[in-house]
């Protein structure tokens, strides 16, 4: 009969010869799948001026009262006229926009009266027509900024055209790539493509104070829109083949 300490000892030896075999398993797989060769990432990117299809003129009126309800009830009053004129005119979307009623404090910090403004926005691709109204609307309420936009249509149409010169780019990087190392073909591993472009800019501001919101109505602004840069982005990894 085997003791206790010989069983033990032969068990321990068993064990460590089952380690040791799975380690060198594991040492041989890895050996036997090693990492591809003659991959190869690369990028190519086209780009094109794109002329801004959309105005947005921020029109503004502003008011100061003793209590803030009559506040209220004037700066919505003026608004809600400036809406109505504003959709009626064909080609132009008009919408509210920021509105804010605050304090106006004296010497001692007590408030002594409230101060208050409303928007009203109008946006279109007739630069025309916007600019019109907006000097229309002069009377009632005076003009904050204007800024300029592409819009997502236009900016769609460009990336498909980009899109289709950046791939191009793409595939001609790959084979000259795989020529100068000595490959004759390759093949498309991952590709990624993705677009981007600049964000619209504030063309114009005007101040609010010392200006009279009761002047004759003003005439058509002079509206000439920039461009906006679109850059579509083609990146990945192609397999370079004898």
Not at 138 to 147: A, E, L, R
Not at 174 to 187: M, N, V
Request: proline content about 4%; aromatic content about 4%.
């Amino acid at each position: 009969m085997m003791n206790k300490k010989i069983a033990a000892a032969l068990a321990l030896a068993m064990s460590s010869a089952a380690l040791t075999f799975s380690a060198t398993a594991a040492a041989q797989t890895v050996i036997a799948n090693p990492q591809p060769s003659g991959v190869l990432s690369l990028s190519a990117q086209a780009s094109t001026q794109v002329p801004q299809d959309v105005v947005t003129i921020t029109l503004f009126y502003e008011q100061e009262a003793a209590d803030p309800s009559s506040l209220t009830t004037t700066l919505n009053q003026r608004a809600e006229a400036a809406l109505r004129e504003a959709k009626g005119v064909e080609g132009v979307t008009a919408k509210s926009g920021a509105f804010s009623v605050y304090p106006s404090t004296d010497r001692d910090g007590k408030i002594s009266a409230w101060r208050g403004r409303t928007e009203v926005v109008l946006e279109s691709h007739d630069f025309a027509a916007a600019s019109k109204l907006a000097g229309k609307m002069s009377s009632s309420m005076q003009v904050g900024n204007v800024t300029f936009s592409l819009s997502p249509e236009a900016q769609r149409a460009a990336a498909q055209k980009l899109s289709t010169q950046a791939i191009d780019s793409f595939r001609k990087q790959a084979q000259a790539a795989a020529q100068a190392f000595g490959y004759s073909s390759f093949t498309i591993r991952e590709v990624n493509v993705g677009q981007s472009g600049v964000a619209p800019r504030p063309v114009m501001m005007m101040q609010a104070r010392g200006m009279n919101a009761d002047a004759k109505m003003a005439a058509p602004m002079a509206l000439e829109a920039g461009t906006t840069m679109v850059t579509v982005d083609v990146s990945g990894s192609v397999q370079m083949g004898r």
